[in-house]
Nanobody
Framework: VQLQAFGGGLVQAGGSLRLSCADS????????MGWFREAPGKDREFVAC????????HYADFAKGRFFISRNVAAHTLYLHMNNLKPEDTATYYC????WGLGAPLRPDEGYDYWGQGTEVTVSS
């Protein structure tokens, strides 16, 4: 069972990127899916998540209004659309899955069981 993130790259500040995360076996269709990022020298941080039927999403404050999470359940693919990118968005971005639905007792950034390899995003000023 694998999650594979791709779509990172080098972009100028103000530009856009779309990250994708492929669920190669379709194993996570009923899972909450999320994006996290880890910048050099910093801890990993939550970016956004979406539940299995796309009815609920959560975003980190820095992502609100600029990033948009979506998923194509039939294609087993998760997306992160990133707009108005800033140099501080430079990080390795990871996709993840958790079996527990959104809601207590887990926060949106907790409980992820499966992780994909990261894809690097570099935003130049």
């Amino acid at each position: 069972v694998q999650l594979q993130a791709f779509g990172g790259g080098l972009v100028q500040a103000g530009g856009s990127l779309r990250l994708s995360c492929a669920d190669s076996e379709g194993a996570f269709s009923s899972y909450v899916m999320g994006w996290f990022r880890e910048a050099p020298g910093k801890d990993r941080e939550f970016v956004a998540c979406i539940n299995f039927n796309r009815a609920r999403t959560h975003y980190a404050d820095f992502a609100k209004g600029r990033f948009f999470i979506s998923r194509n359940v039939a294609a087993h693919t998760l997306y992160l659309h990133m707009n108005n990118l800033k140099p501080e968005d430079t990080a390795t971005y990871y996709c993840a899955a958790r079996r527990w639905g959104l809601g207590a007792p887990l926060r949106p950034d907790e409980g992820y069981d499966y992780w994909g390899q990261g894809t690097e995003v570099t935003v130049s000023s």
